[in-house]
């Protein structure tokens, strides 16, 4: 039973990793957590389900097209609104982020409605497969595996390319990563875009599980920040530690304790590790020198 | 002998406050140009001016016969400026080596669709990747940074960290090098190891370089010409001994 209840933490895990990472790395690029992330998921995840829908797209091309789409609402976001910001400060910032949200939020309601629309992806949700004992379904394995894809191809891409070096020297320190011959601009805008692409990817593989409606990413975003900062929020690897570790101490919790205060022990826990550990499980506390 | 870098009528001001006033000065290939003056004269405004940081209010700059006026910072990298800061501009979360392979971004290929060649010893990206290296190592070397390379610029002391800006400004090989104050903090023995640098980047990359400074053995050492900025305002330009037998220059230094 306990195999079972961690594969089940994994699996919500997984989702919460790709919201938190998603966070994270914005974050570090622009200081600024975006609270728009998640709603710009499920607007992504409505173009997708549009594209199959409407448009009887087979479904890899809605995948792919939807995806694209989460890029460039990315890059809009950063580009067309927050760069527009005269001499914002974090709090200005923020703001400008949860008004996008908002606007997100109220352009899916007017558009599609609050019905609880039907994503259908071709991996069955009803079969499923034996690994150590323990069953998952088909479309929970391939959440997981989809997720961890992800973090490779992640981790490839800061570690190896030069895409990637330009966004870590950028987070680190602008000024410098500027005279290096770096345009931050364009590279925390891009940040942006990879960003909304983890938070689509999310999306699309929450809502065959959970339904297609406004208010689907409502409550994955909000784990996948807590996962974020219990983990530490400036590490990638940290938070997604953090987003593991969350969905399991849930799926425990609710099983063994309560289901009724499942979703509650998150914060919890939150609040007991911020309280000793301010920088999150794995983070690094770092003080910018003047 | 050509200006390699060349400023008319420079002028910056920040609301009322006019920090650099009407700066005009044309640098020569391969001089030593430094700019002295008391604190807030508006020295590092002017380079702010120059690399793009800050854009100029009024005036123009002028890259090797070329306008860079409002150009941003990363292009102007790209046309061959670099530059050091006053209170240090390091990636501090890494190494020596990290730091000055940055220098190198401008000319890195690496990108997402070439990493299968890096696999691959004799591949493109790997070639690439080796060249840059190399071209580190002998900063590396130049400047005894061997001891800290692969330590973190955050745990390096003051000096070092000084050095290894300096190391990352010649990574992108320059032909204006801009340094600002890069004496400040430094003991008697880095002082003197510094000048002896100066010259050897000089001659050994060929660069043309402008020095803000405060210590005025330094300066009188090692430049060809100074000038001196008071309240944004040039008030001499020319050779360390006039300059410094100047009497508004001495007038503005001891009152």
Same mark, same amino acid.
């Given at each position: 039973m306990l195999g079972q209840l961690i594969l089940s933490g994994i699996v919500a895990g997984s989702i919460y990793a790709l919201v938190a990472l998603a966070m994270s790395l914005t974050y570090k690029s622009s200081?600024?957590?975006?609270?728009a992330q998640g709603e710009m998921a499920m607007f992504s995840t409505y173009i997708a389900f549009v594209m199959l829908a409407?448009?009887?797209?087979p479904f890899w091309l809605a995948f792919i097209g939807s995806l694209v789409f989460a890029f460039f609402l990315g890059l809009f976001l950063h580009f067309g609104i927050i760069r527009r910001a005269k001499e914002p400060n974090v709090l200005n910032l923020l703001i400008i982020t949860l008004g996008f949200q908002i606007f997100l939020y109220g352009l899916a309601g007017w558009k599609w409605g609050s019905e609880q629309r039907v994503l259908k992806l071709p991996i069955s949700q009803t079969e499923t497969v034996e690994i150590a004992g323990t069953t998952i379904s088909q479309l929970n394995l391939a959440t997981v595996i989809v997720a961890l894809i992800l973090m490779l191809l992640l981790f490839v891409l800061l570690k190896f390319t030069k895409l990637g070096l330009a966004i870590k020297a950028t987070q680190q320190n602008e000024t410098a990563a500027k005279i290096n011959g770096i345009p931050t601009n364009r590279i925390v805008a891009i940040t942006f875009g990879i960003s909304s692409v983890i938070g689509a990817v999310a999306g699309i593989m929450l809502a065959p599980i959970t339904t297609l409606d406004p208010n689907m990413m409502i409550e994955p975003m909000l784990k996948g920040f807590a996962a974020a900062v219990l983990g530490g929020f400036n590490s990638l690897v940290g938070v997604v530690a953090g987003a593991f570790l969350l969905g399991i101490l849930e799926n425990l919790f609710g099983f063994y304790v309560s289901t009724e205060f499942k979703s509650i022990v998150a914060f919890l826990i939150i609040v007991i590790v911020l309280y000793f550990k301010p920088s999150g499980l794995f983070g690094t506390h770092y003080v910018r020198k003047v | 002998m050509s200006a390699v870098l060349e400023l008319k009528g420079v002028t910056k001001k920040f609301g009322g406050l006019?920090?650099?006033?009407d700066v005009s000065l044309d640098v020569q290939q391969g001089e030593i140009f430094s700019i002295i003056g008391p604190n807030g004269a508006g020295k590092s405004t002017l380079f702010n001016c120059i690399n793009g940081l800050y854009r100029a209010t009024e005036g123009s700059v002028w890259l090797n016969g070329e306008e860079i006026t409002g150009a941003k910072p990363h292009i102007i990298a790209k046309k061959g400026l670099s530059r050091t800061f006053q209170n240090l501009e390091l990636?501090? $979360?890494?190494?020596t080596m990290e730091n000055l392979m940055l220098g190198r971004h401008l000319y890195m290929k690496t990108n997402f669709w070439n990493?299968?060649?890096?696999?691959?010893? $004799?591949g493109a990206a790997a070639k690439d990747e080796t060249k840059h290296r190399q071209k580190v190592e002998e900063i590396i070397d130049l400047l005894d940074l061997q001891p800290e390379r692969n330590r973190y610029t955050s745990h390096l002391p003051y000096g070092r960290q000084k050095i290894v800006e300096l190391g990352r400004a010649l990574a992108t090989e320059p032909s204006v090098l801009l340094l600002d104050e890069p004496a400040a903090g430094l003991n008697h023995e880095e002082k003197e190891e510094l000048i002896f640098w100066i010259n050897d980047i000089k001659r050994l990359f060929d660069v043309t370089i402008l020095i803000i400074e405060h210590n005025m053995q330094l300066v009188t050492a090692i430049s060809d010409r100074i000038m001196a900025l008071n309240f944004g305002k040039s008030m001499v330009i020319g050779s360390p001994d006039q300059v410094i037998k100047h009497p508004d220059v001495i007038k503005a230094y001891l009152g």
């Open positions: 200081e600024v957590a975006n609270f409407s448009y009887q797209l | 006019v920090a650099v006033d990636f501090s $979360k890494m190494t990493l299968p060649s890096m696999l691959w010893r $004799k």
